[in-house]
T-cell receptor, first 108, second 115 residues
């Protein structure tokens, strides 16, 4: 299967700070998504981004498929951004693989 | 909005019992997925289905089976529950695999404890 590595594993930020989360993957992928898991366990889809750049409010994501990595940018962080961020990729066999996540804590 | 519901939020079962976890989606999605989430391991795919009565094994199918008799419903079955199947189980659905229609939407999860 595809190895998916996320960094950093843990991140603590002051409210208002910016951050960059990274996702490296070991093989070509057809599908890449970023998710946020809130403190109650609900996973929310943030981006579908197998290549290129997308923005949604304070969040943006960039995937460089040829170099096998994706970045999630969070600007002006808020306490509601706290939780775990997961990257997930899909191979040519439609199998999905998740990273182990980045746990983000935003302090007021 | 897409809604994915799971039959139970918390479940406690005994070793050896047969366990059914149900998942229902209301958006006519083709694909449905079952994952388990364990600390330090992220989410791991157990099975997925791309059509009624069609299923594919994921990364960790051992000890599990699935059923998809209707498009909106995908069931995960633990034939004989064991303590190492204690976990959070998450169901997801997507319209297709590729393009923005490949986005996955998750249910709230079922925390299963096997004693």
């Amino acid at each position: 299967g595809i190895q998916v590595e996320q960094s950093p594993p843990d991140l603590i930020l002051q409210e208002g700070a910016n951050s960059t989360l990274r996702c490296n993957f070991s093989d070509s992928v057809n599908n890449l998504q970023w998710f946020h898991q809130n403190p109650w366990g609900q996973l929310i889809n943030l981006f579908y981004i197998p290549s290129g750049t997308k923005q949604n409010g304070r969040l943006s994501a960039t995937t460089v498929a040829t170099e096998r990595y994706s970045l999630l940018y969070i600007s002006s962080s808020q306490t509601t951004d706290s939780g775990v961020y997961f990257c997930a990729v899909m191979n040519t066999g439609n199998q999905f693989y998740f990273g182990t996540g980045t746990s983000l804590t935003v302090i007021p | 909005d897409v809604k994915v519901t799971q039959s139970s939020r918390y479940l406690v079962k005994r070793t050896g019992e047969k366990v059914f976890l149900e998942c229902v989606q209301d958006m006519d999605h083709e694909n449905m997925f079952w994952y388990r989430q364990d600390p330090g391991l992220g989410l791991r795919l157990i099975y997925f289905s791309y059509d009624v009565k069609m299923k594919e094994k994921g990364d960790i199918p051992e000890g599990y089976s699935v059923s998809r008799e209707k498009k909106e419903r995908f069931s995960l079955i633990l034939e004989s529950a064991s303590t190492n199947q204690t976990s959070m189980y998450l169901c997801a659905s997507s319209l297709h695999f590729l393009s923005a229609r490949g986005r996955q939407y998750f249910g709230p999860g079922t925390r299963l404890t096997v004693t």
